[in-house]
């Protein structure tokens, strides 16, 4: 059983840090992609970053304050945040696909996801 847990949300100054973890087990994702959405209150699910096999891709928003990464050793994504702002709130998803289905902006190009972290900025 495939199962993706998201640690390290938490409640943070405007212009703090935070530093996301996801730990996959069940299987490998080092040859295809994991991913980070977000969803803040009343709004749709929106992505955030990806790590693929040919690169990292990140929304704009975010460019220049968060840098994905992974262990594939420890079948482990992160997502390191600086530079927070308020509207960076709401809850985090971690998301990993099985066969590179592409389009990693989608959300229907995943097949397995976390339960999310919360991760509040103040002002």
């Known amino acids: 059983q495939v199962q993706l847990v998201e640690s390290g949300g938490g409640l943070v100054q405007a212009g703090g840090s935070l530093r996301l973890s996801c730990a996959a087990s069940?299987?490998?994702?080092?040859?295809?992609?994991m991913g980070w959405f977000r969803q803040a209150p009343g709004n749709e699910r929106e992505f955030v970053a990806v790590?693929?096999?040919?690169?990292?891709t990140y929304t704009d928003s975010v460019k220049g304050r968060f840098t994905i990464s992974r262990d594939t050793t420890k079948n482990t994504v992160y997502l390191q945040m600086n530079g927070l702002k308020p509207e960076d709130t709401g809850i985090y998803y971690c998301?990993?696909?099985?066969?590179?289905?592409?389009?990693?902006?989608?959300?229907?190009?995943?097949?397995?996801w976390g339960q999310g972290t919360q991760v509040t900025v103040s002002s």
């Open positions: 069940g299987r490998s994702f080092s040859s295809t992609a």
């Open positions: 790590s693929t096999w040919f690169g990292n």
């Open positions: 998301a990993a696909d099985s066969d590179r289905s592409g389009n990693y902006r989608s959300s229907r190009a995943y097949d397995y």
